[in-house]
């Protein structure tokens, strides 16, 4: 919408609305301008209209001091010369005009506009006092309309460029449409969207204002090949989007790992200024690309004791972080989840392990099937794990020798290091049983929830769990959101 519009477009934006009877609100939606501006041009027109017919009619009364004034006597002869002063300047007004009616010099278009415009207009059909309509030049209201469609359409300068009016003839009923755009060359109405309701990630836009990132911060995110460049992209990926948040959005940073653990950057939902991206940007930076300096980065801000959130038991990994990051009622959730369930049970504490069905005892997470037979057991997975590398990959790119081809398995699935006891507790947790208890927990219908995009960054030949990976699925479907991998 322009800066201001000039006194012709205000007119007839004004006259428009008079003739044909449109309403001040569309007026209004129509130019761009708000209810006051539409009615002090109208209430201006109203008001000063009729000085335009009363200029040059108006004489200064004489005061009372100037009546009385006695008028002293002029000699005969200066009354000669004033009468024969009248006469010539009679004789010459006479020729003018008649030079005048002659020539037809061409008026400024855009004054016999107005004229023509303004001067058949009754004072009655704008709530004032009747007046004398002129007798002189009538006009129909056909008439009337034509000419204010052709008002300010004739040659003049629009934007720097000269325009030509058509010639239309009195019979022809021009488009109106089509004419009153190009006269005024007004804008339409700014857009209602703003950067404030767009949340951009991984180079999509997403339709929301309040906003929570999950980042994966576990140990587990530090093994196999490309460990730390994979831990580096999911950070800048997280980073690049706090950058772009418009200042009067809201978010938080959830940063988790193993199976109850979590740290906040706030108690509630931030405000996206500065100040605060400040504080996630120097938080995720400061997350090494060692165990013990991941460990030291990611315990600097709110612990999950300070937060308001309060979990339910038996919710662990994934859907820990998700709970937590739903506590803050955003918009939309985004999760940069690596592989949970490879936890370390070391770093596990055995309260974590409550509502699971599972006995507090680390002893008990064991299946009873194989307690005590962890030679067996070792020797099982490494065959498996032998076979599984020799279908994947021709065997003329492999060693000759049985365990050497074991031992790459091993270190390809980043098992080369752990015991059968750990192994066998990692396949123990009932991944269905803490999707339940998740959703037991939030205490709110399905339409309320979130959109969740779960962005999952595994080792090559790495999956979750199956109840872990389905359940995960279906519950980012059904918030309208996605489970994609990452990069």
């Given at each position: 919408m322009?800066?201001e519009?000039?006194?012709?477009?205000?007119?007839?934006?004004?006259?428009?609305s008079?003739?044909?009877?449109?309403?001040k609100?569309?007026?209004?939606?129509?130019?761009?301008?708000?209810?006051?501006?539409f009615?002090?041009?109208?209430d201006?027109?109203?008001?000063?209209?009729?000085?335009?017919?009363e200029?040059g009619?108006?004489?200064?009364?004489?005061?009372?001091?100037?009546?009385t004034r006695?008028?002293?006597?002029?000699?005969?002869?200066i009354?000669?010369l004033l009468i024969?002063?009248i006469?010539?300047?009679?004789?010459?007004?006479?020729?003018?005009g008649?030079?005048?009616?002659?020539?037809?010099?061409?008026?400024?278009?855009?004054?016999?506009?107005?004229?023509?415009?303004?001067q058949p207009?009754s004072l009655?059909?704008?709530?004032?006092?009747?007046?004398?309509?002129?007798?002189?030049?009538?006009?129909?209201?056909d008439?009337?309309?034509?000419?204010v469609?052709q008002?300010g359409?004739?040659?003049?300068?629009?934007?720097?460029?000269?325009i030509?009016s058509?010639?239309?003839?009195?019979?022809?009923?021009?488009?109106?449409?089509?004419?009153?755009?190009?006269?005024?060359?007004l804008?339409?109405?700014?857009?209602?969207l703003?950067?404030?309701?767009?949340?951009?990630?991984l180079?999509?836009?997403?339709?929301?204002?309040h906003?929570v990132?999950i980042l994966?911060?576990?140990?587990?995110?530090?093994k196999?090949?490309?460990?730390?460049?994979?831990?580096?992209r999911?950070?800048?990926?997280?980073?690049?989007?706090?950058?772009k948040?418009?200042?009067?959005?809201?978010f938080?940073?959830?940063?988790c790992?193993?199976?109850?653990?979590?740290?906040?950057l706030?108690?509630t939902?931030?405000r996206?200024?500065?100040?605060n991206?400040?504080?996630?940007?120097?938080?995720?930076?400061?997350?090494?690309?060692?165990?013990?300096?991941?460990?030291?980065?990611?315990n600097?801000?709110?612990?999950?004791?300070l937060?308001?959130?309060q979990?339910?038991?038996?919710?662990i990994?994934?859907?820990?972080?998700?709970?937590?990051?739903?506590?803050?009622?955003?918009?939309?959730?985004?999760?940069?989840?690596?592989?949970?369930?490879?936890?370390?049970?070391?770093?596990v504490s055995s309260?974590?392990y409550?509502?699971?069905?599972?006995?507090?005892?680390?002893?008990d997470?064991?299946?009873?099937?194989?307690a005590?037979?962890g030679?067996e057991?070792?020797t099982f997975?490494?065959?498996?794990?032998?076979?599984?590398?020799i279908a994947?990959?021709?065997?003329?790119?492999?060693?000759e020798?049985?365990?050497e081809v074991?031992?790459m398995a091993?270190?390809?699935?980043?098992l080369?290091?752990?015991?059968?006891?750990?192994?066998?507790k990692?396949?123990?947790?009932?991944?269905e049983?803490?999707?339940?208890?998740?959703?037991?927990?939030?205490?709110?219908g399905?339409t309320?929830?979130?959109r969740v995009?779960?962005?999952?960054?595994?080792?090559?030949?790495?999956?979750w769990p199956?109840a872990?990976?389905?359940?995960?699925?279906?519950?980012?479907e059904?918030?309208?959101?996605?489970?994609?991998?990452?990069?």
């Amino acid at each position: 919408m322009p800066a201001e519009f000039t006194g012709e477009q205000k007119l007839r934006i004004v006259l428009e609305s008079i003739i044909r009877g449109v309403a001040k609100e569309e007026q209004c939606q129509k130019y761009g301008i708000t209810d006051e501006q539409f009615q002090a041009w109208h209430d201006h027109l109203i008001k000063n209209g009729g000085k335009i017919y009363e200029m040059g009619s108006f004489r200064p009364s004489r005061s009372p001091r100037s009546r009385t004034r006695k008028i002293k006597y002029v000699p005969w002869h200066i009354k000669f010369l004033l009468i024969l002063s009248i006469f010539s300047n009679l004789a010459v007004a006479i020729v003018w005009g008649v030079w005048y009616m002659s020539e037809k010099p061409n008026l400024n278009p855009q004054l016999a506009e107005i004229s023509a415009a303004l001067q058949p207009i009754s004072l009655s059909d704008l709530n004032v006092s009747e007046t004398q309509e002129s007798q002189d030049n009538p006009r129909d209201l056909d008439e009337l309309i034509e000419q204010v469609d052709q008002f300010g359409n004739d040659s003049g300068i629009v934007d720097g460029s000269k325009i030509e009016s058509p010639v239309l003839s009195k019979n022809a009923k021009p488009n109106l449409k089509e004419m009153l755009a190009p006269a005024l060359k007004l804008p339409d109405p700014p857009s209602s969207l703003g950067l404030e309701n767009r949340v951009d990630f991984l180079d999509q836009a997403y339709d929301a204002k309040h906003v929570v990132y999950i980042l994966d911060v576990g140990s587990y995110q530090l093994k196999g090949v490309d460990a730390t460049a994979r831990l580096e992209r999911m950070k800048l990926a997280v980073l690049e989007s706090l950058t772009k948040l418009s200042a009067n959005s809201y978010f938080n940073l959830v940063l988790c790992w193993n199976l109850r653990e979590a740290h906040a950057l706030g108690k509630t939902i931030l405000r996206a200024n500065d100040e605060n991206k400040r504080y996630a940007t120097e938080w995720i930076t400061s997350l090494g690309t060692t165990p013990d300096t991941l460990k030291q980065g990611r315990n600097q801000f709110y612990p999950k004791e300070l937060l308001y959130a309060q979990v339910l038991p038996g919710v662990i990994g994934p859907w820990y972080g998700l709970a937590t990051a739903v506590s803050y009622d955003p918009d939309v959730v985004f999760f940069l989840s690596g592989n949970m369930p490879d936890f370390s049970p070391d770093e596990v504490s055995s309260i974590d392990y409550n509502g699971l069905g599972i006995s507090k005892s680390t002893n008990d997470l064991i299946s009873p099937k194989i307690a005590g037979v962890g030679e067996e057991l070792s020797t099982f997975i490494r065959k498996t794990a032998g076979l599984w590398l020799i279908a994947l990959q021709s065997e003329l790119n492999l060693p000759e020798n049985q365990e050497e081809v074991e031992e790459m398995a091993l270190s390809r699935l980043s098992l080369d290091s752990m015991e059968p006891q750990l192994i066998s507790k990692k396949f123990s947790i009932p991944w269905e049983k803490a999707f339940d208890n998740f959703l037991a927990g939030l205490e709110m219908g399905i339409t309320k929830i979130p959109r969740v995009h779960v962005f999952q960054t595994l080792p090559d030949h790495i999956k979750w769990p199956s109840a872990l990976q389905r359940s995960m699925q279906e519950f980012c479907e059904s918030t309208r959101g996605s489970f994609n991998r990452f990069p």
